[in-house]
Nanobody
Framework: QVQLVESGGGLVQTGGSLRLSCAAS????????FSWYRQAPGKERARVAT???????SYGDSVKGRFTISRDNAKNTVYLQMNSLKPEDTAVYYC?????????WGQGTQVTVSS
């Protein structure tokens, strides 16, 4: 059973930064690919960033150059560093992990960017 727990969300002003964490159990080493998604009120869930087991990364167009995804297998944690935040980044952020062809989701963490 894989469990993912997000943390690090909160309220920040435009232009500020936050770092989200996704703690995985039993371990990130066993999970091949992690992604961060976000869902704003009234909108569909959208992919933000992905990192593979080999640390290859990809990003959604709206966050390129501002967000960075990383993984620390020693700490069983995946991170999303978010810089230059904008009000349109306001959403619930979820991480997911692909393990043995099954996709697991965390419960989400709220990010609110004030103008």
């Amino acid at each position: 059973q894989v469990q993912l727990v997000e943390s690090g969300g909160g309220l920040v002003q435009t232009g500020g930064s936050l770092r989200l964490s996704c703690a995985a159990s039993p371990s990130t080493f066993s999970i091949s690919t992690f992604s961060w998604y976000r869902q704003a009120p009234g909108k569909e869930r959208a992919r933000v960033a992905t990192i593979t087991a080999g640390a290859n990364t990809s990003y959604g167009d709206s966050v390129k150059g501002r967000f960075t995804i990383s993984r620390d297998n020693a700490k069983n944690t995946v991170y999303l560093q978010m810089n230059s935040l904008k009000p349109e980044d306001t959403a619930v952020y979820y991480c997911n992990g692909l393990y043995r062809a099954n996709l697991y989701w965390g419960q989400g963490t709220q990010v609110t960017v004030s103008s």
